[in-house]
């Protein structure tokens, strides 16, 4: 069964501070998608990043980073320089293929929460 | 930009009482799904959708019933509300895919008294 286990309930970083979140999957599929959604106060869920299993490569986008490595199961994601419009949960959430459903299954969320 | 709608966003209603929260998308897209989220806990899929007539429940069992008449509409019904429905709800839909994103409504956050 496909689990992810994002082990920060709750992270405090001072504004500007680099912060790193954790996510780490389990899935007896070989092929899978990952992604980080953020959830602001207001509520709604905000897509951020998707990767598949196949596609390691690191991606930067502007202050944000994520680094996926099967070989550690893990999809940590990385933000730079961090604001106070940064707080929110982040969920890491993992999709695979079993029975072609494709269903999300997410992590417990970190609660990011950055300081002026 | 995500195009999915839910109503109402917030909702105040006593015990015992029928509700149906609406939820619509315009971007076509067949898959369609219901979260329940308590505050600050994680999420968890309620129902879900692969297309018109098509219904399946999810992972955490609820009281609720679905239904999908239309491509764009998947409204939740709760037939006699109770305080444990207490809860904020979460209405997505993804392409015919599935491995692509869930794009999310901004939800509604329900309190039964």
């Known amino acids: 069964a496909q689990k992810v286990t994002q082990a920060q309930t709750e992270i405090s970083v001072v504004e500007k501070e680099d912060v790193t979140l954790d996510c780490v999957y389990e899935t007896r599929d070989t092929t899978y998608y990952l992604f980080w959604y953020k959830q602001p106060p207001s509520g709604e869920l905000v897509f951020l990043i998707r990767r598949n299993s196949f596609d390691e490569q690191n991606e930067i986008s502007g202050r944000y980073s994520w680094n996926f490595q099967k070989s550690t199961s893990s999809f940590n994601f990385t933000i730079t320089a961090s604001q106070v419009v940064d707080s929110a949960v982040y969920f890491c959430?993992?999709?695979?293929?079993?029975?072609?459903?494709?269903?999300?299954?997410f992590g417990k969320g970190t609660k990011l929460s950055v300081i002026p | 930009e995500a195009d999915i709608y839910q109503t109402p966003r917030y909702l105040v209603i006593g015990t015992g009482k029928k509700i149906t929260l609406e939820c619509s998308q315009t971007m076509g897209h067949d898959k369609m799904y219901w979260y329940q989220q308590d505050p600050g806990m994680e999420l968890h899929l309620i129902h879900y959708?692969?297309?018109?007539?098509?219904?399946e429940k999810g992972d955490l069992s609820s009281e609720s019933t679905v239904s999908r008449i239309r491509t764009e509409h998947f409204p939740l019904t709760l037939e006699s509300a109770r305080p444990s429905h207490t809860s904020q709800y979460l209405c997505a839909s993804s392409d015919w895919t599935g491995r692509n994103e869930q794009y999310f409504g901004p939800g509604t956050r329900l309190t039964v008294t």
């Open positions: 959430a993992l999709s695979e293929s079993g029975a072609g459903s494709y269903q999300l299954t």
């Open positions: 959708s692969y297309g018109v007539n098509s219904t």
